[in-house]
């Protein structure tokens, strides 16, 4: 795939189902009676990983696109797997079914590719082993391979260092195994899919500010979910109707949970021209048709509690400073350097070699916008969040981009280039 420079991106699309969503709806389908179907699914490899999880400890799963029926068993009725699960790419089936195998009577064990074996594992180690969780790496570098299981688990109250879903998420499935009230108070708050998707299963769960908190040995019961567009996929295209010159995109059906819509209110911070219409909820989650014209940006400051709401779009918001007149300081997101490959690093090297004048920070990066940038061969590190910001880039580069590896947007978008193609008038 060679990208040019476009004259305009015209047109209305829909993007695949939200990854955190379609992950939750399989595993909380899997641990509940009776049936959960989820409409609107996100059939990428990391969703995938999951599902071939849950198959693997005797749970009937069908697919057919993006319509999945999970047959449940209850919070008991997984069995061992035969095998080591193989959780593939996904840092959210990773730490998430951890939670869940820390409650099982059987022990079992994960592994990913490598990547997932770099990924911290130390975070979720600390919270379950606290709880009573036999889990440890299997070669003890804080990492996968992880072996977990078959221990009683006891209640606790877990100060998270880190603002991450993952983490919460983890703590609060192992708390379903739990005695008693299990809590995570985090630093800032991250996205609440958990909590909202776990309570219309039947689990007794809140959040009030910071701390979220979950009773343990609740009957859960198979829900219908229609899953709504992931705003990481529809980034994409919000970034490039507001960069590209002549365009106007309607992307409908968005997920835009406060907990993940940071990119709106950046967007709006550098002068975009973004508008929400037709908000409304849908299977408990806030959902609308997002709309962008083309913008003359400016640089922003991108940093603080905002961070977790945006954290996966940073390449693609790194991009769109590298379009905006002016300085655009993106700190506080040392996570970045933690994610499927060190954001920090990639975005840097990439929007260089585009001819950007961007500086890494130690937990952010430091860009000036509106220099001319120009064509690459883009370094992806297999990281779909990469390749797919960059291929917004090269909409505006002169000359032509071209990608060391594309199969990797299959992760969490792979229709990605058909979409994109759609609307682009050359
Ligand atoms: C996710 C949480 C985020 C995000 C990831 C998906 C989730 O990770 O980066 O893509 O579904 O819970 P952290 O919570 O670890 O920051």
Do not use: W
């Not at 999880?53 to 069995?79: P, T, Y």
């Not at 940006?297 to 991108?302: D, I, R, S």
């Not at 390449?315 to 060190?342: F, H, N, Q, W, Y």
Request: glycine fraction near 10%.
């Amino acid at each position: 795939m060679a990208i040019t420079k476009v004259k305009s991106l015209k047109g209305e699309i829909t993007v695949p189902g939200d990854k955190s969503i379609s992950h939750r709806g399989v595993m909380f389908g899997a641990i509940s009676e009776g049936t959960t179907e989820l409409t609107g699914f996100l059939d990428g490899a990391d969703c995938r990983s999951t599902i071939d999880c849950f198959k693997a400890m005797g749970i009937d799963i069908s697919q057919e696109a993006d319509h999945v029926i999970i047959h449940g068993k209850g919070l008991h009725g997984l069995s061992a797997p035969k095998e080591m699960l193989d959780v593939g790419n996904s840092g959210t089936t990773t730490r998430l079914i951890s939670g869940i195998l820390a409650g099982q009577s059987f022990i079992s064990s994960l592994n990913g590719d490598a990547s997932i074996q770099k990924r911290p594992m130390g975070r979720i180690i600390t919270p379950l082993t606290q709880m009573g969780a036999h889990i440890r790496s299997i070669k003890d570098n804080g990492c996968a391979p992880l072996e977990i299981g078959g221990a009683p688990l006891k209640a606790i109250h877990y100060d998270s260092p880190v603002a991450s879903a993952q983490v919460k998420s983890c703590v609060l499935l192992a708390g379903l195994y739990a005695d008693g009230v299990t809590s995570v108070t985090e630093p800032v708050v991250s996205r609440n899919h958990t909590e909202l998707m776990l309570s219309g299963f039947g689990a007794d769960i809140k959040s009030e500010g910071l701390t979220a908190s979950i009773v343990g040995g609740p009957k859960l019961v198979g829900q219908k979910i229609a899953v709504p567009g992931d705003i990481s996929s529809a980034a994409y295209f919000i970034v490039a109707g507001l960069i590209c010159p002549n365009s106007d995109l309607l992307i409908k059906n968005v997920n835009t949970n406060p907990t993940r819509a940071g990119i709106i209110k950046i967007a709006q911070d550098m002068g975009g021209n973004i508008e929400l219409l037709n908000e409304r909820i849908v299977s408990g989650e806030p959902v609308a048709d997002i709309h962008v014209t083309t913008s003359d940006l400016h640089g922003c400051e991108v940093s603080g509690e905002i961070i977790p709401a945006l954290i996966d779009e940073i390449p693609v918001i790194a991009v769109m400073a590298a379009c905006a007149s002016g300085t655009t300081v993106i700190k506080d997101a040392a996570e970045l350097k933690v994610k499927e490959s060190d954001r920090i690093a990639t975005v840097t090297e990439n929007l260089k070699a585009m001819g950007c004048d961007i500086t890494p920070t130690e937990d952010g990066m430091i860009i000036n916008g509106g220099k001319p940038l120009h064509g690459t061969t883009v370094n992806t590190h297999l990281d779909h969040r990469i390749a797919m910001s960059f291929a917004i880039a090269a909409l505006i580069a002169e000359g032509e981009t071209t990608f060391d590896n594309e199969e990797c947007c299959s992760i969490s978008y792979p229709t990605f280039f058909e979409t994109l193609n759609q609307i682009i008038n050359k």
